[in-house]
């Protein structure tokens, strides 16, 4: 089955304690990225790649790292989490990210907490 | 830049009941609308999409046409189920400066309940 899948979906951590949410797509996606859906906001970019070793910003890069260092691994990384990185965390994909009419993919979540 | 605007939830209807979701959108380029719904406990599907300005998305009874002139992309279904209850994000689509990207750029999201 064609998916993106998302470990853990459900997280909560302390202050400062580094962590990694994975994501992972079986669809041969060049293109991958990461949202955070917050109350009355919708869904922000985070970071997004267009393909192996190829990450750029999104709107609200701070306080995340990612990396792609293989086509369907793109885990992001919290070094330092804080209380405002509560939220519910997506990753998403699609076929190559070049063309407006491209229709991503997306994960079920990863709620997190930062207590 | 890009914005996405959607009407207020929550939304509370009756089964069987007209739907219409307002969404209007402002963007510089070219953009693809689209609607995905987000069932409870899961992640975002897409509903519909539209690619340019007089097309219309269609998928499981709802509808949506891509209004150039009043930049809109309403969405609507005629007779809602209680299986529809949801919160329904209309995003547009663009491309970033860097690297040709595309970006998706999302509304609020309207939480729709529909009740038997």
């Known amino acids: 089955e064609a998916q993106v899948t998302q470990n853990p979906r459900y997280l909560i951590t302390v202050t400062g304690k580094k962590l990694t949410v994975t994501c992972s797509q079986n669809?041969?996606?060049?293109?991958m990225s990461w949202y955070r859906q917050d109350p009355g906001l919708g869904l922000r970019q985070i970071y997004y790649?267009?393909?192996?070793?190829?990450?750029d910003k999104g709107d609200v890069p701070e306080g995340y790292k990612v990396s792609r260092k293989e086509k369907r691994n793109f885990p992001l990384i919290l070094e330092s989490p804080s209380p405002n990185q509560t939220s519910l965390y997506f990753c998403?994909?699609?076929?190559?990210?070049?063309?407006?009419?491209?229709?991503?993919?997306f994960g079920p979540g990863t709620r997190l907490t930062v207590l | 830049g890009d914005s996405v605007t959607q009407m207020e939830g929550p939304v509370t209807l009756s089964e069987e009941a007209f739907l219409t979701i307002n969404c209007t959108y402002t963007a510089t380029g070219y953009p693809s609308l689209f609607w995905y719904v987000q069932y409870p406990g899961e992640g975002l599907q897409l509903l519909l999409k539209a690619t340019k300005a007089d097309d219309k998305g269609s998928n499981k009874g709802f509808e949506a046409t891509y209004r150039k002139e009043t930049t809109s992309f309403h969405l609507e279904k005629g007779s809602v189920q209680v299986s529809d209850s949801a919160v329904y994000f209309c995003a547009l689509s663009d491309l970033a400066l860097i690297q040709g990207a595309q970006k998706l750029v999302f509304g609020q999201g309207t939480r729709l309940t529909i009740n038997p």
């Open positions: 790649s267009m393909n192996v070793e190829v990450t």
């Open positions: 998403a994909s699609s076929f190559f990210g070049t063309s407006v009419t491209d229709t991503q993919y």
């Open positions: 669809m041969n996606h060049e293109y």
